[in-house]
């Protein structure tokens, strides 16, 4: 991975520490009115917590098919566990690709928080040209992700989102959404590779000391590893071309495998994992509630 400078404008805190294109505060410094921000994927729902620009604290849990009341109690706990009193939320901000969740999740902000969901929904104003065949199948989460790589880089710029499925999301020179490519994700082809099998094991993920294995798990290690590198790499640079016109095109990573295999990928220059809270918090902070639904 190659090192990309990005610009993050003041967060209006003295002490910011910064992490993968994260900005991060220490717990002494923060203050009532934050803003909760919540990605609900296929597999995992990822929490943040914002005070301005900067992220107080994340979470990571699965997601599952939870009531209202399981889902306030969480939150709750979640929040008592760092410390935060609930009544420091000033706003929540959600987006998801199960839809099936998205009422829980209203139903328990306004009970145990007190305060509406604003979920990002299909026709809400993006600010943002979407120039695919057909733009109410976009998942909402890739188009928060463009909003925040526009924030620190200039157009044209690629990401990759590794999640349960693997996606690639491309931005023109106009600052324009214009398609991208969707590929199996990391997880789901080991899974295959073991499900699919009578004789390999089920392994654990991780980048091998060499490409060249000598069991059976270092060899299905370094087939799942270098062998999604080059896919990466590979999808990378033909969408770059495509993109580039003979410029420089950044690409920028995310989501739960990009710290780990973003940071081998030639073609990835940034690496930020939660990138999409990033894009949630600024669509919420751009944008009036009535946009919202």
């Known amino acids: 991975m ?30 009532a009115h934050m803003l909760l921000v919540i990605d609900v994927g296929n597999t995992n729902t990822v ?28 939150l709750i706990q ?5 410390g935060v ?4 939320i000033r706003g929540v901000a959600v987006c998801s690709v199960v839809p099936s969740t998205i009422y829980a999740i209203e139903k328990a902000t306004r009970r145990y928080l007190k305060l509406p969901a ?30 925040a790589a526009r924030s620190r880089f200039q157009p044209p710029f690629l990401i990759v989102d590794f999640g349960t499925a693997t996606t690639f999301d491309a931005v023109d020179a106009s600052g324009a959404y214009v398609g991208g490519a969707i590929a199996p994700g990391l997880q789901i082809s080991a899974d295959a590779l073991f499900q699919r099998t ?10 091998p000391v060499v490409p060249i294995g000598t069991n059976t798990v270092s060899a299905m290690q370094s087939g799942l590893f270098w062998g999604y590198v080059g896919l990466v790499d590979g999808l990378a640079r033909r969408c770059k071309a495509q993109l580039g016109a003979g410029s420089r095109v950044p690409c920028i990573a995310t989501g739960g495998l990009a710290n780990l295999v973003g940071r081998a990928c030639a073609e990835i220059d940034d690496v930020d994992e939660h990138l999409t809270l990033a894009g949630l918090r600024l669509w919420f902070d751009q944008k009036p509630v009535e946009e919202s639904t």
């Open 198 to 207: 009578s004789r390999l094991p089920r392994v654990e993920i991780m980048e």
């Open 78 to 82: 979640l929040f008592a566990h760092e």
């Open 85 to 88: 009193p609930a009544s420091q």
């Open 2 to 31: 190659r090192s990309v400078a990005a610009s993050n404008g003041a967060v209006g805190l003295a002490m910011v520490w910064s992490y993968c294109g994260t900005a991060y505060a220490p717990a002494d410094a923060i203050s």
């Open 118 to 147: 604003r979920v990002l929904g299909k026709g809400a104003d993006l600010g943002m040209a979407i120039r695919v065949d057909n733009p109410h199948e976009l998942g909402p989460d890739r188009v928060v992700n463009c909003i």
């Open 47 to 74: 929490l943040g917590l914002y005070q301005g620009a900067t992220v107080v604290h994340t979470w990571r849990i699965s997601t599952l098919q939870r009531t209202t009341d399981e889902f306030g109690l969480l």
